[in-house]
């Protein structure tokens, strides 16, 4: 899928969807027109601004909406506030609440309520949150209604609308499910979407709609006002009027934390990043062909649901299933398709990616085992080798994801080339290749450079808001001028959740003249997102980061401290803290701090490394030595080359040359191209007289 902004609903990669948890749902990343987030304000009619827009409440839906309305109550969005604070009574107390439990419920009461502000102020660390209904209401959806109801007073007389009011006065398109047609002809084994006279599929933002709250992903806050704060660049950008999905957020991607290797969530991830694997969010599905949103229930049983889209024939035999007459009850759909799992520690879900089960990717975290509801006893190995079977007369079985993420969450030497696979195959879905190219990015540099580097300048130019986002993260590996003109072109993306990330990463790099504009908006941009995000440590982090680069030191260093005493389980704080010093060329400063945050976190990697670089350097080799040694054998991937090498020169400082030479050759054996190795190792030799 592509992203959810631009298009009113830009496309998850397909006919109607987009975007970052969101991430970009997409599928195909074929070339299409780039689309302005700007909605002009007569597409809402001609009364007053977007920003005119107000909440009125449940009550001025219901004399019109009656039916709705009566669906709606006593549904899960009805009751949501309920289940917020049977979690919040679990919780509290319990590490669950990363931060405060203030903060942990503003975060929780934005989705599980309907207009909410939350109102933090950093300096006292306090809440001011408003809400205008406790629960999920029409207005949490369908956005403010002032203007609907506006003109639905207006115009109570007439059979239809004027055309100039798109979206019948909302600020959100969500067209009805009778707007929208799916088709299948007698020969097709699946329906297929069409339009509807004045509301084609892709007119709807209802993917955009759930996404913020049925999805994992960074909120930046609303858009900011900065037309004033900076005039003279107004002009060569898309300013977006109204915060649709990828303007506003950062979908999340297939991090080890949230996802299988296979992507299926694990206790914590939402739908949406699920769904937006599918072939379903590929072919246009949205959640409403499914499910009502007012009721929350399924539009029809699950059976009957499955088969008005797909071809009982094709589908509902033997040959498909693989399970015979002998079985007393054959699963559903769903049972293999859709294996349940528990997400967010209460409520158990159905996995959304509609997957084909594959036991093999799964027996190793991969994700869950529909097989194993039934068949336990037998054994995720025995269920592999029913489905490898029935596979080799159909043909070969469907290429997984796991063997790309699970090689690169273990450094394995193939890892590059899987990833390069996953990332350049268009048929997968944006979040899918955005995340290989992210996990790519991550590795240390190998033989398949010039690939990674095509990878990342077709991120760039892509119609897909999350693989232009992560080509600005993935953006380090460049050299210095390289990479200024590469990110400061997405300085100016219409996207801001682009321009920030994008922002975010030449934090550690100088840009020149020619991009001054561009990066004053984005630090602007990017400092109010960190204000809004003030409540948790990685806000406060990024706002130190931003005082740090304009030059401002001292408050940022009053600020890191302020995250340490606010935050002190993160060594979040500390590791930026360490960069910031090492950036104003700081080094004996930086080590002094490392060595203090050490204390706290003894295995953090890069403090080890900054301390035992700055010990080495001062001859103080022998209490360098078990930090750098530490540090290479907890590095990351992407570090491992760089910590490996200096702790192999500090072991021949020491006069230690066999230990030098062992490490030396372990990193020539993974990283042949590395040019700094041989120099050293040539250097070992003539000392030990070969």
């Avoid at 879900?349 to 336990?376: E, K, T, V």
């Avoid at 204000?531 to 990024?542: E, I, K, N």
Wanted: with cysteine; proline share 5%; glycine share 6%.
């Amino acid at each position: 899928m592509s992203s959810f902004t631009g298009r009113r609903l830009s496309h998850f990669g397909l006919l109607i969807l987009g975007g970052s948890l969101l991430t970009s749902v997409g599928a195909c990343d074929k070339k299409k027109p780039k689309q302005e987030v700007r909605r002009d304000k007569k597409e809402l009619g001609s009364v007053g601004s977007i920003e005119d827009l107000n909440y009125l409440g449940r009550e001025a839906c219901t004399p019109c909406h009656e039916d709705q309305v009566k669906a709606h109550s006593g549904s899960p969005h009805d009751e949501s506030h309920l289940l917020q604070e049977k979690k919040t009574e679990a919780l509290e107390g319990s590490a669950h609440f990363l931060t405060s439990v203030e903060s942990e419920k503003s975060r929780c009461v934005a989705c599980h309520s309907t207009n909410v502000k939350k109102n933090y102020e950093f300096k006292s660390d306090s809440y001011k949150t408003t809400i205008g209904e406790k629960h999920v209401s029409c207005e949490a959806c369908h956005g403010p209604a002032s203007r609907h109801v506006h003109f639905a007073k207006k115009y109570q007389e007439l059979e239809k609308w004027p055309e100039n009011i798109e979206f019948f006065g909302f600020s959100t398109a969500l067209i009805s499910h009778d707007s929208r047609r799916w088709f299948r002809a007698a020969k097709d084994d699946t329906a297929r979407l069409i339009g509807v006279g004045s509301a084609p599929p892709e007119k709807t933002d209802e993917i955009a709609s759930c996404a913020p709250c049925h999805s994992n992903s960074i909120d930046w806050g609303p858009a900011p006002e900065l037309e004033k704060a900076v005039p003279a660049i107004i002009d060569s950008l898309v300013l977006a009027t109204v915060n649709a999905f990828d303007d506003r957020y950062a979908l999340s991607l297939l991090e080890e934390t949230l996802y299988s290797p296979e992507g299926s969530g694990k206790a914590g991830a939402h739908t949406m990043g699920e769904f937006v694997q599918s072939s379903m969010a590929h072919a246009g599905v949205v959640c409403s062909d499914c499910h009502n949103p007012h009721s929350g229930v399924l539009r029809n049983p699950v059976e009957e649901l499955c088969s008005s889209c797909h071809n009982e024939e094709k589908y509902e035999n033997e040959r498909h299933h693989l399970h015979g007459d002998s079985v007393e009850e054959v699963p559903l759909c769903v049972d293999c398709h859709m294996p349940k799992s528990r997400a967010s520690g209460l409520v158990p879900r159905r996995d959304h990616r509609f997957s084909i089960p594959r036991p093999d990717l799964s027996l190793d975290g991969g994700g869950p085992q529909p097989c194993d509801q039934c068949h336990a006893k037998r054994g995720s190995s025995w269920a592999q080798g029913v489905l490898e079977h029935a596979f080799k007369e159909r043909g070969e079985m469907p290429v997984g994801v796991a063997p790309a993420f699970r090689s690169a969450a273990q450094g394995l030497a193939g890892a590059p080339l899987l990833l390069g696979e996953l990332f350049f195959d268009e048929s997968r879905s944006p979040l899918l290749r955005a995340s290989a190219l992210a996990r790519w990015a991550l590795l240390d540099e190998h033989s398949l450079e010039k690939k990674f580097k095509q990878a990342l300048f077709l991120a760039k130019k892509s119609d897909d808001v999350l693989l232009r986002r992560v080509a600005a993260q993935a953006s380090s590996r460049l050299g210095n001028d390289e990479r200024q003109q590469f990110v400061g072109e997405l300085l100016t993306d219409p996207v801001r959740s682009v321009r920030i990330a994008a922002l975010v990463s030449i934090l550690d790099l100088k840009m020149g003249p020619k991009f001054q504009g561009a990066m004053e908006r984005a630090l602007l941009e990017a400092k109010a997102g960190a204000q809004y995000r003030a409540d948790g440590v990685q806000g406060v982090v990024l706002l130190a980061d931003i005082e740090a680069y304009r030059g401002k030191e001292k408050h940022a260093y009053n600020l890191f401290d302020e995250a340490g005493r606010r935050f002190p389980q993160s060594s979040l704080v500390y590791v930026h803290w360490v960069r910031a010093l090492l950036f104003k060329d700081k080094g004996a400063i930086a080590s002094a701090l490392a060595a203090q945050a050490l204390k706290k976190f003894p295995k953090e990697s890069e403090l080890l490394y900054v301390r035992g670089r700055w010990l080495a350097q001062e001859k103080e080799v022998l209490q360098a030595l078990p930090l750098l040694k530490e540090a290479y054998e907890k590095a990351p991937p992407r570090w491992r080359r760089a910590y490996g090498y200096a702790y192999a020169v500090a072991q021949n400082e020491r006069g230690d040359w066999a230990e030098a030479m062992a490490i030396l050759r372990e990193l020539k054996k993974s990283y042949p191209q590395a040019k700094e190795i041989a120099p050293v190792m040539e250097l070992i030799d003539k000392k030990r007289g070969r």
